[in-house]
C-alpha cells in the first residue's frame, strides 16, 4: 500500500527523476480564507491543522517585533543562542540538538542524509505523512504497519517489519491523527530487538500536551542507550508558532553532526531563532495552552459519548472520532456550519474526523455543528 501512488501519474514534458515523479504534493487543508470565498460566508473558523488556538507567547511576538528591523542580516547559521537555550532547558548536550525550518525539515534531512537507493522505512498507518515522502524522495520503500484495534502503534509489528535494508524507523508519539501513545514497556521492548544500525525516530511533535500524563514515556535516554535514536520536536504546536517554522532534534552528536553537514546553513531564519528563544522563557504559556488544551478534551468527550461516536482518547491537540458516516459528508456538513475539520480518508479510515481542540467557543461550535448534523442524519 502506498500513499502516495494515486497521484503519481504527473503529467509533464520535463523529465524528473523516477523517485520524484512518484511524489505527490501535500494536501493542505481549506484555509478560512478559501472557505469564506468559497461559501461566501464569515466566522469561518479552523480546526483542522493542529494550530494553537492561544497564540503564540507574547514574549515571542515582542521579540519578533524587535526582530523586524534587522532582517537585512543574515541568521546565525549556528543557532548558537537559542541551542544554549534549549540545551539548558532539557538538560542535554548542545551537540546534541538540531534545528529546522520546522520538524518537517529534519525529517527531510534524516532521509536524505541516512537513506539510499533500496534502503527501508517503517512507520505506522495511520500516522504522519512525511516520513512516507522522505522514503519516496531518496527512492526507498515505506512500510506502512497498521495500528492495533485501539489506534496505538503496534512495536512489536513494527519490530518484525525490520529486516537487513531498514534504515529508519519512525514513532509518533503521540501519533497523528490518532492522539494515542506508546507505553514505556512497549518502547522497552522495541528498542531490546531493533537492530544497532537502525536509526529510531520518535516525533514528539505533541509533546509538551502528552508531558504531565504518568503514561507518557521518557524518551531522552534512549539517545545514550547505545541504540540509535532521534527525537523531534516542534514550536508549531503548543507554542503556537506553526507559521514561523522552527522545530528541533535531540539526537547524538554523531547523528546531529551529519544532519548539520546535510542541512542548508540558514534553515533557521533569524525571526524564528528569537522567537524561539522568547517563547522558551515563557513556561507560563505552554502551561496556559496544554491547560486550555485539558478542558478542551472534557468539552469533545461529554459530545462524543452524547452522541454515541467512538473516539480514542487523545494525548495531542485533536480529537480523532468515528462520525459513524461518510466523513468527506460529515466534513463538508460543517464546513457549511462554519468549521474546518480534517477527513480521516487521507488517513485510510474513512469514516472518522481528525478536530484540532480549540478555545472552549470554537469547540463548542463545532460541537454543536456536529449534533447539528448528526441530529440531522439519525433522523433523516
Ligand atoms: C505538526 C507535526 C509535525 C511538524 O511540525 P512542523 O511544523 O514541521 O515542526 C511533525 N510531526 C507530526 C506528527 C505533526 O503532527
Redesign the pocket.
Known sequence: MSLNAEESQYQSSLQVTPNIAKLVPYRHGKSVAEVERELGITGIIKLA??ENSLGPSPHAVKAMREFASRMNLYPDAGTYDLQQALAAKLSVSPESLVF????????HLLGITFLSEGDEVIQAHP??V?YEAAATLNNCKCHLIPLTADWTHDLDAMADAITDKTRLVFI?N????TGTIVTQQALDRYFARVPDRVITVI?E??YEYAANSSEYPNTLPFINSGKHVAI??????AYGL?GL???YGIMSPEIAGWLNRTREPFNVNLMAQAAGIAALSDAQHVQDSVGANESGKLQFYTVLEELGLPYAPTY?NFVWFDTGTDSKLAYTGLLHKGVITRTGDIFGAPTYLRVTIGSEAENAKLLNALRELIGDHKTS
Open positions: 491543522s493542529n529546522g525550518n520546522g520538524s518537517d525539515d529534519i525529517i500516522s504522519f512525511r509518533t503521540p501519533n497523528n491523527p516525533d511533535a505533541y523531534l520536536r516542534t514550536f508549531s504546536k506553526a517554522r522552527l522545530g495531542g
